[in-house]
């Protein structure tokens, strides 16, 4: 079969507090999570709100030990699934492809090339689909496959989302049983899903499936874990002044503990791996929103980490991607359907003078809002929520 790598594609996350700064300016540099209609205004919008969101990143993650868990989380992922293929008789290598922060996509495409694979195995880490994930490392693939001949030679397969593979299914229904049942009345509780949100405008306009795949994921784990618990859906860490999916989490929180809700258990369900929004913003900030609406007893299912039946259902994902037929990356939009991975593309037309001038206009416009905030600590981006 020649030699065969498994690329691990997850977002990154800031090693220490200096790293924020950085970590935040590449993520909003990336027109698939923010979307600046005319694309020379992203990197200076970029630099802008990473300048001002710094502050509040950066306590976030002083919270959690000051810095993200996420690279060691994934690299002991890598070593699990690793050992598990090696188990199941399919000797592979892993890569790990971060999309903002080290190890870099770019990083792990060199050492791919340098170890001369052959065969390859593209698994990003989230098992739902969203054009703002997985859909902005493929996209970032795709350019360095058009680039670099050496890479076209490799034989590769996509696994675009996996969110109905039977063992992760299995893996969330045993955590949620397991957390159920450290409370007094386990059938009372209230299952409380709660997932990244994107703005609305993702599925509504470019054709995200995310929101149907969280949704039919949810249905899934229900079905799995079998018990009477009534549950709830909802969609936490919003950034910005835009509509994103609804409910809210931090809405649906007081609603519930309004309707007499005494137990929760919160189920996180975008994200396979402890980081900033499991560890700060339920740990932290949604047990004392419960707290304050009478929601006493208030659990969390851990992530899955590297829970042995995850990682399970991880390699088996990779033994059969290697006997189907190789899904290219190209395709995965059309497999997507509907989804437009380039939103800002349909702009290109207006890279005319008169458009260029307007750039620059609106450009000044932005730095001169900058210097005002950064003086006055007050401004447009406070007034629509992005700080
Ligand atoms: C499936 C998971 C995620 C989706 C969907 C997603 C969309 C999305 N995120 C932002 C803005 C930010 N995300 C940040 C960090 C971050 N986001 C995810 C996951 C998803 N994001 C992870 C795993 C992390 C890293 C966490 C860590 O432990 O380091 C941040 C930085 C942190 C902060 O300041 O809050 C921002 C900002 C948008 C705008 C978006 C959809 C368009
Ligand atoms: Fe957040
Ligand atoms: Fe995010």
Redesign the pocket.
């Known amino acids: 079969m020649g030699r065969v790598g498994v690329l691990l594609l997850n ?4 090693d220490e507090l200096d790293d924020v700064r950085h ?2 300016f590449n ?1 909003f540099s990336d027109p698939e ?2 979307r600046i209609p005319v694309p020379a205004f992203q990197k200076p919008l970029a630099w802008l709100i990473s300048t001002l ?1 710094e502050k ?2 950066k306590a ?1 993650y002083q919270v959690i030990g000051g810095g ?3 690279r060691r989380i994934t690299e002991a992922q890598a070593q699990a699934l690793k050992d598990k293929l090696q188990e199941k008789g399919q000797d592979a290598e892993m890569y790990i492809g971060m999309r903002y922060w080290h190890p870099y996509t770019e990083e792990a495409i060199a050492s791919i090339k340098r170890d001369r694979i052959t065969k390859l195995v593209i698994l990003p880490l ?1 098992p ?1 689909f ?1 054009i ?2 997985s859909g902005s490392s493929f996209r970032l693939l795709e350019k360095l496959w058009q680039e670099d001949p050496a890479l076209q030679q490799i034989e590769y397969t996509v696994i675009p989302s996996w969110y109905q593979q039977p063992d992760y299914l299995h893996a969330m229904a045993q955590m949620t049983a397991k957390e159920l049942d450290q409370f007094s009345n386990p059938d009372e509780v209230q299952i409380f899903f709660s997932a ?1 949100g ?2 609305v405008s ?1 599925v509504e306009e470019a054709g995200d499936p ?1 929101q149907k795949e969280i949704e039919e994921c949810t249905k899934l784990i229900i079905k799995n874990l079998n018990r009477p618990n009534p549950y709830t859906l909802a969609y936490q ?1 919003r ?2 002044p835009v509509e994103w999916l609804k409910p809210y989490t931090e809405d649906a929180i007081p609603e519930l503990g309004a309707k007499g809700v005494k137990d929760l258990l919160v189920v996180p369900i ?2 396979v791996s402890e ?3 499991t560890l700060q913003e339920i740990d932290v900030e949604y047990r004392e929103l419960a707290e304050e609406s009478g929601i006493h007893n208030f659990h969390r299912v851990p992530a899955l980490d590297t829970n042995p039946l995850f990682i399970e259902g991880l390699a088996n994902l990779v033994v059969d991607a290697l006997d189907a037929p190789s899904v290219k990356l190209a395709q995965v939009s059309q497999l997507k359907k509907k989804v437009k991975m380039y939103p800002q593309e349909r702009w290109e037309w207006g890279m005319t003078t008169a458009a260029e001038v307007w750039n620059g206009r609106l450009a000044m416009i932005g730095f001169l809002a900058l210097i005002i905030e950064l003086i006055s600590g007050q401004g447009p981006l406070h007034f629509v929520g992005l700080l």
Do not use: A
């Open positions: 977002l990154g996350g800031p970590f935040l993520l999570i923010i969101r509040k990143s976030n993200s868990p996420l989230y739902q969203s703002s994930t990244h994107v703005p993702y995310y860490s950034v910005g975008s994200f980081h900033i929004e």
